[in-house]
T-cell receptor, first 113, second 111 residues
């Protein structure tokens, strides 16, 4: 069983569209995260949730809206996609306050054309 | 912004020790040194972290200089599966999850 699974793995879409990326973890972790890795491989955190509550929001445009229906899921919805949103998006989960035990998903490569 | 500098690439023979250096001359007293790696097309993987003492776990050893301005990650018996980009970051405990990666070192293990 995959510990942290993201769907889809690849997403190609046109500018202006709205899309969602789903993330599920089966590890029983309390905290989940979204990261963005750009074309230069720089990785940056976007959001973190602890028990469905938003903990970190790193100055991400409000076109990005995370949604956590339960602590095993953290989905990322993106409105009005722009070319600059093209990147690999990683979901992760960890026990609360033990980030070094985090597991990452395989990533979703988003390409906006 | 990343506060560390690493060589862009290194090669190592399979079975030998891989020693990856990292400079972090502006590290603060409460900041830890963390090492992660990213194998092609996969998510980051935690390796090890330390404050000032040397650390060892089942994956690697971390040697931190006495002045804490640099460190070395040692993979004692490198295998082909250790080929990856290795990232050294410094952060306090609260900021560790922010994982601001720099360019990292692309380590290639050769048969």
């Amino acid at each position: 069983d995959t510990a942290v699974s993201q769907t889809p793995k690849y997403l190609v879409t046109q500018m202006g569209n709205d899309k969602s990326i789903k993330c599920e973890q089966n590890l029983g972790h309390d905290t989940m995260y979204w990261y963005k890795q750009d074309s230069k491989k720089f990785l940056k955190i976007m959001f973190s949730y602890n028990n469905k509550e938003l903990i970190i929001n790193e100055t991400v445009p409000n076109r990005f809206s995370p949604k956590s229906p339960d602590k095993a899921h953290l989905n990322l919805h993106i409105n009005s996609l722009e070319l600059g949103d093209s990147a690999v998006y990683f979901c992760a989960s960890s026990p609360s306050d033990r980030f070094t035990e985090a597991f990452f998903g395989q990533g979703t490569r988003l390409t906006v054309v | 912004d990343a506060k560390t500098t690493q060589p862009p690439s290194m090669d190592c023979a399979e079975g030998r020790a891989a020693n990856l250096p990292c400079n972090h001359s502006t590290i603060s007293g409460n900041e830890y040194v963390y090492w992660y790696r990213q194998i092609h097309s996969q998510g980051p993987q935690y390796i090890i972290h330390g404050l000032k003492n040397n650390e060892t776990n089942e994956m690697a050893s971390l040697i931190i200089t006495e002045d804490r301005k640099s460190s070395t990650l040692i993979l004692p018996h490198a295998t082909l599966r250790d080929t990856a980009v290795y990232y050294c970051i410094v952060s306090d405990i609260q900021g560790a999850q922010k994982l601001v990666f720099g360019q990292g070192t692309r380590l290639t293990i050769n048969p």
